[in-house]
């Protein structure tokens, strides 16, 4: 199989998309497929690694250290000396001109959607309703450019549902997965050290991810006299208000940890992680944080809810004293199997099984086509 991977809209900040494409590359390389991933840069450069060919096009700043491919022929140049077998796309709106040429050429394409356009928009802008019929048109749209839509949650493929049913094409939902040897428990004795109760979140500190929500959370948790400690690991536009929200808190703010190691040693060391979004399509951070041995509160709607049964951790209302009786309910629970919990769930998920169910889907996709051309 030639695999190419395109992704779009990339940024110093989309660490989610980033993990994955980077796992699912090194997965592909490994399994014996010629793998080639189109991404912008500041300009054009190819290079050769482990995991295949990456290509980065030249391509402009558009806000937040993001940068955006607006030639799309030049994508398909690159594609057409590659000569794919398969097609996976992780882009929903710019890269439509390539799933025009992939159709043409009888590549086969799968859309790999990393978030619920609808839930992420609502909470960026702050508006609760308004995006449902664009977005659902949009998605008829994506429907009919491609032979078949990835999503990775339950939640996720609710958008997409009565788009693909439409247009006749298949709906699969592959989790993603965690790094299971870089986030791992502590070694040694899980007991609890003395001190406050430590919390942790962990993500981009912007509006749709919800960090206010889970500074909210420590906050209720502190004023009802709980000894506590919240550690934000992180960078965004929301930290300035954050830090305001926080005032007078044990709230701790670390920005951005660079090295996964580093920041898996950090969460390990909490008590509680909160990943509380409700509007996660999937939440990495989740899986990051129970692969750590650590428990996870997070809101009662969206992917995240997903990953998290009532052995690993616990659910509420997005609203902070709820997700604060919840935490209280997570902490009472005896370390050590609160945090074997975490773990054993986390283990449920890792990049192999991702990795295998994409390939079969790529690989069906790819006989799918040969049977159409010689039909």
Not at 123 to 145: D, H, I, S
Not at 350 to 370: D, F, G, K, N
Request: aromatic residues 4%; proline residues 7%; positive net charge.
């Amino acid at each position: 199989m030639r695999i190419a991977q395109l992704a779009n809209f990339v940024g110093p900040t989309s660490g989610g998309m980033r993990t994955a494409l980077a796992a699912l590359g090194r997965g592909y390389a490994a399994a014996g497929v010629d793998r080639l991933l189109v991404v912008p840069g500041p300009r054009d450069r190819v290079t050769e690694t482990a995991a295949g060919r990456v290509v980065e096009l030249r391509a402009p700043r558009v806000g937040g250290g993001y940068r955006l491919i607006v030639e799309p022929w030049r994508v398909v140049e690159v594609l057409e000396r590659f000569a794919p077998t398969s097609l996976e796309v992780s882009d929903k709106s710019t890269m439509l001109p390539v799933s025009a040429w992939a159709r043409r050429s009888g590549v086969p394409t799968l859309l790999l959607s990393h978030e619920r356009l609808d839930a992420m928009l609502s909470l960026r802008t702050g508006l609760g309703a308004g995006f449902g019929a664009p977005v659902a048109a949009l998605n008829r749209v994506l429907a009919q450019r491609y032979d078949r839509v990835v999503v990775t949650s339950a939640f996720a493929a609710a958008e997409f549902a009565a788009a693909v049913a439409e247009a006749g094409i298949p709906l699969h939902r592959v989790p993603l997965g965690v790094d299971l040897a870089t986030f791992r428990p502590p070694a040694g004795s899980p007991a609890r050290s003395p001190g406050p109760l430590r919390l942790v979140h962990a993500g981009r500190l912007s509006r749709e991810k919800s960090p206010a929500l889970a500074v909210a959370t420590a906050v209720a948790l502190h004023r009802r006299g709980v000894p506590m400690q919240l550690d934000v690991y992180g960078d965004g536009p929301q930290r300035a208000r954050l830090e305001r929200l926080a005032a007078g808190s044990p709230v701790r703010f670390h920005g951005y940890v660079a090295g996964r190691r580093t920041l898996a040693r950090r969460l390990a060391g909490a008590d509680v992680a909160l990943s509380v979004c409700p509007g996660e399509t999937f939440g990495l951070a989740v899986l990051e944080a129970l692969a750590c041995g650590l428990p996870v509160v997070t809101a009662d709607v969206g992917g995240a809810r997903e990953l998290v049964d009532t052995a690993s951790g616990a659910w509420a209302l997005a609203e902070p004293e709820a997700l604060a009786d919840a935490v209280l309910e997570v902490a009472a629970r005896p370390v050590a199997e609160r945090r074997s919990a975490a773990r054993r769930r986390a283990e449920r998920y890792p990049w192999s099984a991702t990795v295998e169910a994409m390939l079969q889907l790529h690989a069906a996709s790819a006989r799918s086509s040969v049977g159409r051309r010689t039909a």
